[in-house]
């Protein structure tokens, strides 16, 4: 749990940072994130590989990775700048997104079984 619960921290740091305009801490947020992701996403994978029922999960994981990176790469130019490319920002927004969508599925799953 708290493997999964590092990289949504530290994109949602990003996400306040840039909204307060500190978008180097933003960069460097998820920067930190990547790896984090990638820890995330591959145990999500490791979980299907044992058998459980999470095919989802180990997408949207991977999905999730695939954003943090695009979105820390293009960031990546434009730090000593100040600026945020529309590329980095839609990625971030994309990956709260799939964070949401997350969300949903654990809390549906949830209920489904009570």
Known sequence: ????????????????????GFHGLAFYALLLAVPAAAVAA?????????????????LLWTIVL????????????AVTE??????ARSALLAC?????VQAVVAAAAEFRSR
Do not use: K, S, W
């Open 1 to 20: 749990m708290t493997r999964r619960a590092v990289p949504v921290g530290l994109v949602i740091a990003a996400a306040a940072a840039d909204g307060a």
């Open 42 to 58: 591959l145990e999500a994978f490791g979980r299907v590989l044992d058998g459980a029922d999470e095919h989802l999960h180990a």
């Open 66 to 77: 695939l954003l943090v990176v695009v979105g820390a790469a293009a960031r990546a130019p």
């Open 82 to 87: 100040g600026a945020v490319p529309t590329a």
């Open 96 to 100: 709260l997104a799939v964070f949401c």
